[in-house]
């Protein structure tokens, strides 16, 4: 197995360790350990609340349990992965070669576990279009958005994960001497460097920053639109893109599109009913319910951003070191520095449940829910 928790070689790779490493590092290994251990409790309580708490089995809420789940299987292929010692496959391997290279190429070779976590990013980058699309096309998004359809395309998350990372059992075979590797590919090393920098990096970020880039210049159209709508300032956005819309996401109340419209610019005479004592207070419960919905939808929009930012800072050092390895100068990774890299990535799969804990208002609800029961 090409692991990265023995950091004396010059030769070494990036978080994915495809190069051999001669020394284990017990400190390293215990480290990775107790990061696998939080990941798995904490994942696993995201996905407990979703299970006890029906009313959060929305369609936003099915990427977010999928991202669980992938971080949840991450952190145990964690363990399974890099903390055990490698055993030397000669013996099965003159008792029987095609098992031996079975075993290599699935498991040594590391490829579950990379296929797990390109398949978590995948799955974040899912996530990310379903914001931009229930903001930015919020009628569209009421139209197909279903539980059903996050499901289908979770699983794709996982295919294309599988797929893209696919080249792992590939480039590795065992050898004569028992060992496991890839060292008879290493002319192809720096191709896989720019890959791995493309998919687990840039495309992911460009993603990030369009999206969310879009929903502010959409949001920000919105207010300004539905100032001059009703004559004043205001900060009510839920009408301009359907927040309504939102509040069906989270799993809360959803504001009438027809009262909003009547109440804010429809016919003259619904306006001049308004002034009616019962007219007030309908006005009054609707602007009550349109601010509910119009944070509920920021609270949601800041949770997802705080989960982009937060996968951005935990792999970008070592992408770019893994790169810089590769291309520019080879690195030691026993340095502290190039180290602190490896194991900001593998902390990513436990930020998460951290985040909605304090963050998202309706996991906090459920929470909540379950624990005073």
């Known amino acids: 197995m090409d692991t990265h928790l023995s950091y004396n070689s010059t030769e070494g790779g990036n978080v994915s360790g495809e190069e051999r490493k001669p020394e284990r590092v017990i400190s390293l290994v215990i480290i990775v350990f107790m990061l696998a251990i939080i990941g798995i409790v904490g994942n696993g309580l995201v996905l407990y609340i979703f299970y006890k708490v029906p009313q959060l089995r929305v369609t936003t ?9 992938l971080d ?18 000669i013996g099965l391997d003159q008792k029987n070669r095609i098992l031996a290279g079975f075993v290599c190429r699935l498991w040594f070779s590391e490829y579950l576990y990379w296929a797990v976590t390109k398949a978590s990013t995948v799955n974040l980058i899912f996530l990310t279009v379903e914001r931009y699309v229930a903001v930015v096309f919020p009628l569209t998004y009421r139209r197909n958005a279903r539980p059903r359809v996050a499901f289908i395309l979770g699983l794709f998350a ?25 060292r008879a590919f290493k002319s192809t090393k720096p191709a896989i460097a720019f890959m791995e920098l493309l998919t ?57 599109s027809r009262v909003l419209g009547k109440t804010l610019g429809g016919s003259s005479e619904g306006r001049d009913n308004c002034k009616t004592p019962r007219k007030g207070k309908q006005l009054g419960k609707n602007k009550r319910a349109t601010t509910a919905s119009e944070r ?63 963050r998202y208002k309706s996991f906090q609800s459920g929470l909540m829910k379950v624990f005073k029961r």
């Open 61 to 69: 809420n099915v990427f977010i349990g999928n991202q669980s789940l």
């Open 72 to 89: 949840l299987c991450a952190s145990c292929l964690h363990i399974l992965t890099f903390v055990p010692e490698e055993p030397n496959l």
């Open 158 to 182: 996982w295919i294309i994960g599988a797929l893209i990372e696919i080249y792992f059992p590939i480039i590795h075979r065992v050898f004569e001497d028992g060992d496991c590797s890839s």
């Open 200 to 256: 687990t990096l840039i495309i992911p970020l460009s993603v990030i920053i369009f999206v969310y880039t879009s929903i502010i210049i959409t949001v920000t159209s919105a207010k300004k639109k539905l100032s001059e709508r009703i004559g004043k300032p205001s900060n009510d956005i839920s009408t301009a893109v359907s927040v309504d819309n939102e509040l069906e996401t989270v799993g809360s109340a959803t504001v009438s």
């Open 296 to 358: 509920l939808m920021r609270n949601l929009l800041v949770t997802m951003f705080s989960v982009c930012v937060t996968y951005v800072i935990c792999w970008t050092p070592n992408q770019v070191l893994y790169f810089r390895h590769h291309f520019v100068e080879k690195l030691d990774w026993s340095e502290p520095l190039n180290t602190f890299t490896i194991l900001l990535a593998f902390s990513n799969v436990c930020t998460n449940p951290v985040i909605y804990t304090l």
